[in-house]
């Protein structure tokens, strides 16, 4: 539940600040986005590398996974997306760089792809599914902020199913390299951009980026939805401090450690030393560590 003090803090915060506007990459945001039909439409043209006007429907599926089994892990996607073809669609937004992304993403795919169909169903009823995934970190070692994947023989570069995608956007590379101008640059910077000034150059000339930009001025302005967004941002900065402390933690206490255990070492050598210097053979001290320390 929201705090009245919070609702009056927000409320007049919004009053005093005509320049806010919400982060598209804060998942609730993104959510709230392409809740809209048109924003859909030219967000997944661009990604396909189609002209919106080829997209004639986009509609939004549940967002949970099915369970199989009742230990089986429950899936949970950002946006669910079926097109007039069948095909799936699963975007995600990712602002928070989790292990094991690319074993996640194939986990939601395969997921998606075996529940379209029913026992006794032929598999000639399966449709292409997608993963779509929007990143506010580095994935790959490489410039390219753009990647797509298909399941491919290695050496012939024979396809072997066209029925998984993935597609992949690392926005902080748009930062550090210039790209050729294409529909997905102009959304990737509209996504990644941190004012309107620059939200409103990457969406000129395109009418559904302008209806995504003009929906997120509509979303900043709304009392509610501006707390709610809050709340996840609160959310977002608490893991990540949490993720930092433990490392920080984490790391002063291995250098402590590796710090003393270094120490007793040199210590033993010196003694070594010592002993070898009084006219004891390296075997004999050898055999009376292995004796007495396990050494």
Known sequence: MICLFCKERSTKMKSNDNTFIMS?????????????????????????????????????????LR??????????????VVLENGTQIDIEMQVIAYDYWAERSLFYLCKMF??????????QELKKCIHVGIFNFILFDD????????????SRKLLYTDKMEIHIVELPKLKKYQYPETELLRWARFFNAENKEEMEMAVQGDK??????NRLVNLSADDEKRLEYE???KAIRDYNHMINSGWRTG??????????????????????????????SEEKIQDKLAQKFSL
Request: proline share 2%; with cysteine; hydrophobic share 35%.
């Open 114 to 123: 075996s529940e379209q169909i029913h026992e006794g169903e032929d598999y």
């Open 24 to 64: 598209p990459k804060v998942d609730f945001c993104f959510k709230e986005l392409l809740n809209d039909e048109d924003v859909r439409r030219g967000f997944i043209a661009a990604i396909l590398g189609v002209k919106a006007d080829m997209i004639q429907r986009t509609e939004l599926l549940p967002t949970y």
């Open 231 to 233: 709340e996840r941002q």
């Open 143 to 154: 410039e390219e902020y753009y990647s797509k994947f298909h399941i491919w023989e290695d």
């Open 208 to 213: 559904y980026m302008e209806k995504a930009y």
């Open 251 to 280: 790391h002063a206490r291995g250098y402590a450690e590796g710090h003393a255990e270094g120490h007793a070492e040199g210590r033993i050598q010196d003694c070594i030393e010592i002993l070898q210097e009084m006219g004891i």
């Open 67 to 80: 369970k199989q089994h009742q230990k089986d892990k429950l899936g949970i996607l950002d946006i669910r």
